[in-house]
């Protein structure tokens, strides 16, 4: 049965798109191969990895298994082809991808039957690339953050195994712009807090807000460097 937290983004879309940071450059850089590979976006939401790849001029699709978050996907680009879809069932052909990146969502996969169905749409040789962004926790403010919504995410191991290669890892420090709103948008845009009942997800929020008029290093700002660090990992189809 699938993890109910998995199913809750597409009731707060907007705020994900909102709320929700990029990833870095250099994550990219690292993921994707050279050439021109047709990437396809496993777990794409609303597309925050599908523009990043789409901005490098590469034919990228995008495929999630909620509608909500992949109507919010074809607002943002109505050019990148937006399909209903799963890691387990995937609706492309065989062969079609020459990359697969799977973002914030690799720990709600079933390996055991993802890995197979990632491997059937990749050229031989393909690769297989995992992303997420974490809260840097050495920062107080964000520390403090992480205290009342919960810390970084959980099962980020990146599980993979035949028919992929040897998993190679790396992570890349950042800091993302966000202004009050935006934070307030990316806490509720979190499964754990769309789940809440709705007084309890006030309270969460309202706790936020007491955390941003009252902490020096955001009392006064218009807006805040987030810490990220970004954990990648990366896999060639043998």
């Given amino acids: 049965m699938m993890d109910?937290?998995?199913?809750?983004?597409?009731?707060?879309?907007?705020?994900?798109?909102?709320?929700?940071?990029?990833?870095?450059?250099?994550?990219?850089?690292?993921l994707l191969p050279g050439g021109e590979p047709r990437v396809l976006d496993l777990g794409a939401g609303t597309g925050k990895l599908s523009r990043l790849v789409r901005e490098r001029g590469l034919d990228v699709t995008a495929v999630d298994p909620s509608e909500?978050?992949?109507?919010?996907?074809?607002?943002?680009?109505?050019?990148?082809?937006?399909?209903?879809?799963?890691?387990?069932?995937?609706?492309?052909?065989?062969?079609?991808?020459?990359v697969v990146l799977v973002a914030q969502a690799w720990h709600w996969v079933d390996t055991a039957r993802a890995l197979p169905e990632i491997a059937r749409v990749l050229t031989p040789g393909g690769r297989l690339g995992l992303i997420?962004?974490?809260?840097?926790?050495?920062?107080?403010?964000?520390?403090?953050?992480?205290?009342?919504?919960?810390?970084?995410?959980?099962?980020?191991?990146?599980?993979?195994g035949p028919p992929f290669g040897p998993v190679e890892t790396?992570?890349?420090?950042?800091?993302?712009?966000?202004?009050?709103?935006?934070?307030?948008?990316?806490?509720?845009?979190?499964?754990?807090?769309?789940?809440?009942?709705?007084?309890?997800?006030?309270?969460?929020?309202?706790q936020v807000r007491q955390l941003i008029a009252t902490h020096p290093e955001l009392l006064g700002r218009a807006s805040y460097?987030?810490?990220?660090?970004?954990?990648?990992?990366?896999?060639?189809?043998l």
């Fill in 4 to 30: 109910p937290r998995a199913g809750s983004f597409g009731t707060a879309a907007d705020a994900y798109e909102r709320g929700r940071p990029p990833y870095p450059g250099k994550a990219l850089d690292w």
């Fill in 68 to 98: 909500g978050m992949l109507a919010e996907l074809r607002r943002v680009l109505p050019d990148v082809p937006a399909l209903l879809g799963s890691a387990e069932s995937i609706p492309l052909p065989d062969r079609s991808a020459d």
């Fill in 132 to 160: 997420w962004n974490v809260r840097d926790e050495r920062s107080d403010w964000v520390r403090r953050l992480g205290t009342i919504i919960g810390s970084a995410e959980e099962g980020r191991e990146p599980r993979m």
């Fill in 170 to 206: 790396t992570e890349f420090e950042w800091a993302h712009t966000i202004a009050a709103d935006a934070l307030l948008d990316m806490v509720a845009s979190r499964s754990r807090i769309i789940l809440l009942p709705a007084d309890e997800r006030a309270a969460v929020l309202a």
């Fill in 225 to 237: 460097e987030l810490p990220y660090v970004t954990e990648c990992a990366r896999a060639t189809l």
